[in-house]
């Protein structure tokens, strides 16, 4: 069984940054296909950033920059670094691992940004 575990989120105030980190582990922990989601107050869950096979990554038009996905395959952790937060992005902020059994999803961390 696969487990996604997402830590970082925390109160920052706007033009801060924040560094998201997500665990995988289990028989099947690899980080070939990974994504961020982000649920804002008021809205559905909503893609942030994937990182696929190869070189593969993309991001929401709303990042416009600020946000970097990276991984390490050593310690099968996915990152998501973000820079001049906004209070707009405030939210849970969730990591998703497209496996063979399917997705599986963390628990969401929150991430909160005062003006």
């Known amino acids: 069984q696969v487990k996604v575990v997402e830590s970082g989120g925390d109160l920052v105030q706007a033009g801060g940054s924040l560094r998201l980190s997500c665990v995988v582990s289990?028989?099947?922990?690899?980080?070939?296909?990974m994504a961020w989601y982000r649920q804002t107050p008021g809205n559905e869950r909503d893609l942030v950033a994937l990182i696929g096979d190869g070189s593969r990554i993309e991001y929401a038009d709303f990042v416009e920059g600020r946000f970097t996905i990276s991984r390490d395959f050593r310690k099968n952790t996915v990152y998501l670094q973000m820079n001049s937060l906004k209070p707009d992005d405030t939210g849970v902020y969730y990591c998703?691992?497209?496996?063979?059994?399917?997705?599986?999803w963390g628990q969401g961390t929150q991430v909160t940004v005062s003006s």
């Open positions: 998703r691992q497209a496996g063979p059994g399917g997705d599986v």
């Open positions: 289990g028989r099947h922990r690899s980080v070939n296909n």
